[in-house]
């Protein structure tokens, strides 16, 4: 599955992953979380959309620091669901790291923009 032109012209790093929509990953991880599916789910080096969730760049690029994380270490699977056991979801180190590289990415394309005024 491919993404819009437009994504990977602001943040090419998104071009190295391999992306999926459905399937039972975006089911699971909703599971786990008690609700019916997440809106994407990183294995390694596939994202798993669910089906429907538009190609947002703050997602993608919160899928994207879990692939890292998964490279950083043959262990960030067990280590990300006994921090998630430990903590919780929204208190697990892993989550809180994607989503600060997430918004770091975004406001560095804001602040390059053409249209930022820099």
């Known amino acids: 599955m491919g993404l819009p032109s437009r994504l990977l012209e602001s943040f090419p790093e998104l071009g190295t992953v391999r992306y999926r929509r459905g399937g039972l990953p975006p089911r699971i991880g909703g599971w786990a979380l008690c609700v019916r599916s997440v809106a994407g789910i990183t294995l390694w080096n596939t994202v798993f959309l669910a089906p429907g969730v538009a190609f947002d760049a703050e997602l993608l690029l919160h899928e994207l620091a879990h692939v890292r994380q998964f490279e950083a270490s043959r262990a960030f699977p067990l280590a990300y ?17 994607a989503q600060r590289f997430a918004a770091t990415r975004l406001r560095a394309a804001r602040a390059s923009s053409p249209l930022s005024g820099t």
């Open 81 to 97: 669901v006994w921090e998630s056991l430990r903590v919780g979801y929204r208190r697990n180190r892993f989550e809180i790291a």
